[in-house]
């Protein structure tokens, strides 16, 4: 069995870098069939997919158009962990943000989300 | 950009049936896109219902079912429960490995 545990702050400042964590246990973040995923939810945008790394190989790093100037998101090897930092943020990044795996396709675990609130 | 089309809303009633559907403003959707439905319950993870288009995932009941209707993603309820009310979002798999979800129906069993 598979499980996300997220971390990091609920507050963060404008123009300050949202940084958060998603600890795995039961799989590898090195698994050559899985992609690890950020995703948030606002009230105003619904669900936002913001990118993924995975490992084929290499590590690649994907990411929405949307966050693409801003967004770094990274594999902890060491730790069997991925990672969120997303730069200069203004109240619109305010929302509830999700890591999640997919493999084949398949979106099959998620953590328990993280309400981040962009605020001074 | 690439939108990813859902009705706003939708309304069936107790034991009807009912087709949600999933389509691109820049063509036709297929199962190279691998689309996925979700249920979304107010402070909760999203749960996923289908993946690679008609796959149903694990004890998600047979009501649910997934399928390509012309030129979108469609996920059908058959038999719609009290407890299907619910936000309903697609998934779509876009080229460069992108991912990009719908906007999301907002289902009512009156």
């Known amino acids: 069995q598979v499980h996300l545990q997220q971390s990091g702050p609920g507050l963060v400042k404008p123009s300050q870098t949202l940084s958060l964590t998603c600890a795995i246990s039961?799989?590898?973040?090195?698994?050559?069939?899985?992609?690890w995923n950020w995703i948030r939810q606002s009230p105003s945008r619904g669900l936002e997919w913001l990118g993924a790394t995975r490992f084929r190989s290499r590590w690649d790093s994907y990411y929405a158009e949307s966050v693409k100037s801003r967004i770094v998101i990274i594999a902890d090897t060491s730790r069997n962990q991925f990672s969120l930092q997303l730069n200069s943020v203004t109240p619109e990044d305010t929302a509830v943000y999700y890591c999640a795996r997919d493999r084949y396709w398949n979106y099959d675990y998620w953590g328990q989300g993280t309400l981040v609130t962009v605020s001074s | 950009q690439t939108v990813v089309t859902q009705e706003p809303s939708f309304s069936v009633s107790p034991g009807g049936t009912v087709t949600l559907t999933c389509g691109l403003n820049s063509g036709s959707v297929s199962s190279s896109y691998f689309p996925s439905w979700f249920q979304q319950t107010p402070g909760q993870p999203p749960r996923t219902l289908i993946h690679n288009t008609n796959s149903r995932s694990s004890g998600v009941p047979d009501r649910f079912s997934g399928s390509i209707l012309g030129n979108k993603a469609a996920l059908t309820i058959t038999g719609a429960q009290a407890d299907d009310e619910s936000d309903y979002y697609c998934l779509l798999y876009l080229p460069g490995d992108i991912w990009v979800f719908g906007e999301g129906t907002k289902l009512t069993v009156l």
């Open positions: 039961g799989d590898s973040v090195s698994d050559n069939y899985a992609g």
